[in-house]
């Protein structure tokens, strides 16, 4: 579901809920660590849970420095899911 | 929907909307100690809501246009204008409650006609007469040429969102949706604010979306990302996710569109068509609109949804009319819950734990499978005493054998243990609802009464929680109405006017002991003779010797039950008589404690649990038997001295000055004809209804905690209440001391 490549941090798009918590009690002790962030399958799998989505922002509001891929720009696309607008709000922007 | 389904879930709706009801009560009981409690009064909003949209859903409608009304009035006090409720809102609160319960039960029943439609019409006309007198607002349909609520906001350049967060977000800038549509498409904008326990009830955005996308084509998300926390903040089982707007284009109807959310609280979505008007299109990256009137809590005429056209003003922005087809709310309202949502997301490091551990510690089981699972462990239970006792086994002497054995009696107790805990409920429940009784009982006859709960975590069998309530109920009533004197004669007493009443839970001894206390003027026991001698309950020669307790348990007689004064016992026509039935069949006993003057305590003592009985062993004639120790006063080897025999037939022992019957057990229960030496015998003193006697038995074996066997058909004896195993595999009946002697 996710691991380390150097300093990128790789996440399946289907991670489950449960999976996503895993993946919160991985990444506290490592955030500096990590400086990208890169997320597969996007277009063989499909988005599990919005829980995930929440987790990245998360990450990247911890460190807005962090390269994200699906956070990057003001949208994506994600498959059956369509085009994603992000608003991450006005001290965000 | 099959029919399965579909009773399935009524049957769920049926349970959670009876918890609902129930809490209700004690709600509105708390708020009216401390109408400043905001959170409680958001927490009974959110019942009521919750009650009617499931009513709703399960074809309770009656039930649903009741709360709906009563939704009405809660949400005007929750508004930050309103002044608190006053004493008469109070009742009308409570008295809706009693409705809502009512209503319940007749929709339940499929009742073509309510039981009561005099009382339910007048509660709504009071809840709608309140409403227009105190809230004008809530009642009357906006203005027309004033937008309503946020849409022009939430779909808007400009304006701000009403959805404030600390951060707040930018409106939404979004592609022009209506030239993506193809023939035959209507754009559908749909706005989806879950709660923040949405991953814990199952749900998810994802799963709402793909649902939608299987209507339609989704054309794009719009993702208020704002109030995520970082992530050492974060709590990944919490939404913290805002608003997501939704647009999806399809040939599909709203109604087909909302199905899809049948499932969520009425606040979580909200589904509209967009229409773009005549007018320009002049600024294709927004979209604005305003809202007309709601169409289904409006009463007045032209409910009907509205088109109409507006100019954002200062902006330019093009002019789009939305129908709004707003299944459940007025749009103050969920601009209302919206907040509520916001202001919960924002508390999330206090409220996500607490909100975590709410939802792990509950699950709805049927009772059915934990006496199932209590009478498995039951046996398991017997089966290692059969092990541990087995004389095979015992003449191996094998030290690691026997360790082992004696490993799995510790385990096997652990198990025990665990599954009667399970059967183990607070009572805190049951106390909860008598703060109601007592407020009533107090408001009929005008006295000031303060009920004092305490011990309400004291835990009890979940069997006897349910049976408690009409006998606590009546003793309540009993303190309120005869109990306590009224606010002028305690004044004249040197009291303070307001009255006493305690309401106390503890373990003590094995046992669960509840008290009801009062402060009030005590028994007067020279009416409570004199009425027995009226009655015929005792004798004038009886009447002579009886000591203050007997003479208060004579409140607790059967003749009294339908006496005025002494122990009037209105409301449900229950008298003491059947309390202490009521008790007793509980395996428990109720004392007496009063003081003239200064009070009375009815003290009620109950075993831990039905299903396992604290019991004395002892022998008769070859024979094992249980003697339940609630009922044990004491047990001893008599002398000679003490003994004393009534014409050389009744037996009797004279314990200190108090002469009691003898009864030998090997001959009530027609063991054998034998006569043993009663100095060589055992003497245990018990107490029944009728009085104290003491049973002669071959000898004590020991105090054991036994799984009670129901002996059914088997049991035609009135001398015996049950049977158990034994270690040994020996049979031992339990003996019913009532029916002894």
């Known amino acids: 579901m996710f691991e380390v490549d150097g300093e990128t941090l790789n996440v399946e798009i289907d991670m489950s809920l449960e999976e996503v918590l895993e993946l919160r009690e991985f990444l506290l002790p490592r955030l500096e660590y990590i400086e990208a962030v890169g997320v597969r399958g996007v277009d063989q799998a499909q988005l599990a849970t919005s829980a995930l989505l929440q987790l990245l922002v998360s990450l990247k509001r911890s460190n807005p420095d962090l390269d994200i891929t699906l956070l990057e720009g003001d949208s994506t696309q994600l498959g059956d899911l369509g085009i994603l607008y992000w608003n991450w709000g006005v001290s965000d922007e | 929907m099959s029919d399965d389904k579909r009773e399935r879930l009524r049957q769920i709706f049926i349970d959670e909307a009876s918890e609902i009801v129930e809490k209700l009560d004690i709600d509105i009981i708390n708020f009216e100690e401390d109408p400043g409690n905001r959170d409680l009064l958001h927490e009974l909003f959110r019942g009521v809501h919750t009650l009617k949209g499931s009513a709703n859903s399960i074809g309770f409608l009656r039930l649903g246009t009741f709360v709906h009304s009563f939704e009405d009035l809660l949400d005007y006090y929750r508004s930050d204008d309103a002044p608190e409720p006053d004493q008469q809102t109070i009742d009308l609160l409570l008295e809706a409650v009693d409705v809502i319960r009512q209503v319940f039960d007749d929709e339940v029943a499929q009742a073509e006609v309510l039981s009561d439609q005099v009382r339910y019409d007048d509660a709504l006309q009071h809840i709608r007469a309140r409403l227009a007198g105190d809230a004008p607002a809530a009642a009357a349909p906006p203005e027309q040429d004033e937008p309503l609520n946020d849409l022009a906001a939430e779909f808007g350049n400009d304006a701000p969102r009403s959805d404030t967060t600390e951060s707040t977000p930018t409106s939404v800038k979004t592609p022009d949706y209506q030239a993506q549509l193809e023939d035959g498409e209507r754009l559908y904008a749909i706005r989806l604010t879950f709660d923040s326990d949405i991953y814990f009830r199952g749900y998810d955005h994802c799963t709402f979306l793909r649902m939608l996308a299987e209507q339609g084509r989704l054309l794009g998300s719009h993702w208020d990302l704002s109030a995520i926390p970082s992530l050492q903040e974060l709590d990944p089982q919490t939404c913290f996710i805002g608003a997501v707007d939704v647009f999806l284009a399809s040939r599909e109807s709203m109604e087909q569109i909302e199905e899809i959310f049948e499932f969520l609280d009425d606040f979580e979505y909200q589904v509209r068509e967009v229409e773009h008007t005549t007018g320009s299109p002049e600024d294709a990256d927004s979209v604005s609109a305003r809202i007309p009137p709601d169409m289904e809590s409006s009463e007045t005429p032209g409910g009907d949804a509205q088109q109409g056209q507006d100019t954002t003003p200062g902006t330019g922005a093009p002019e789009v009319a939305v129908l709004s087809r707003s299944m459940q709310q007025s749009d103050s309202r969920a601009d209302q819950a919206r907040n509520d949502i916001e202001k919960q997301q924002k508390a999330n490091a206090k409220d996500a734990p607490r909100r975590k551990e709410e939802k792990r510690s509950y699950v709805r089981i049927d009772t059915r499978k934990l006496d199932e699972l209590f009478d498995s462990v039951g046996e398991l239970v017997i089966a290692q005493n059969f092990l541990y006792e087995n004389q095979e086994i015992r003449a191996l002497d094998n030290e690691n054998v026997a360790k082992t054995i004696e490993t799995l009696s510790k385990i096997t107790r652990l198990i025990q243990n665990r599954v009667m805990g399970l059967r183990m409920v607070a009572i805190r429940d049951t106390f909860e609802k008598m703060k109601r009784v007592v407020r009533d009982s107090a408001r009929k006859v005008d006295k000031d009464v303060h009920l004092q709960i305490s011990g309400e975590e004291t835990e009890i069998d979940k069997t006897m929680v349910d049976a408690l309530s009409d006998p606590l109920i009546h003793l309540l009533r009993n303190a309120v109405d005869h109990g306590l004197e009224t606010p002028d004669s305690r004044r004249e007493a040197g009291k303070a006017g307001t009255g006493n009443v305690w309401l106390r839970a503890f373990h003590k ?233």
């Open chain 2, 509 to 741: 001894g094995g046992s669960i002991v509840i008290q009801i206390e009062d402060d009030g003027a005590g028994i007067n026991r020279q009416k409570v003779l004199t009425k027995a001698l009226e009655r015929g309950v005792v004798t004038e020669e009886e009447a002579g010797t009886m000591t203050d307790t007997q003479i208060d348990q004579l409140i607790m007689q059967a003749g009294f039950s339908t006496a005025d004064q002494i122990s009037d016992l209105s409301g449900r026509g229950v008298g003491l008589d059947v309390v202490r039935s009521s008790i007793e069949q509980l395996r428990g006993k109720i004392e007496i404690d009063s003081e003239p003057g200064k009070g009375s305590t009815f003290t009620i003592v109950l075993p831990l649990t039905l299903a396992i009985i604290d019991g004395m062993l002892v022998r008769a004639a070859n024979e094992t038997f249980i003697i339940p120790t609630l009922s044990i006063l004491e047990s001893f080897r008599p002398s000679e001295g003490i003994l004393h025999t009534y014409r050389g037939r009744g037996e009797f022992v004279n314990l200190r000055e108090e002469l009691l019957p003898i009864v030998r057990l090997n001959r009530v229960l027609e063991l054998s004809h034998e006569t043993p030496s009663a100095t060589e015998s055992t003497l245990v003193c018990v107490e029944n209804e009728r009085g104290r006697f003491a049973i002669l038995v071959d000898e004590l074996v020991g105090r054991q905690q036994v799984v009670i066997k129901s002996l059914g058909a088997l049991n035609r004896f009135q001398e015996i209440s049950g049977g158990a195993v034994m270690g040994n595999g020996e049979i031992a009946l339990i003996l019913n001391v009532e029916g002894i002697h």
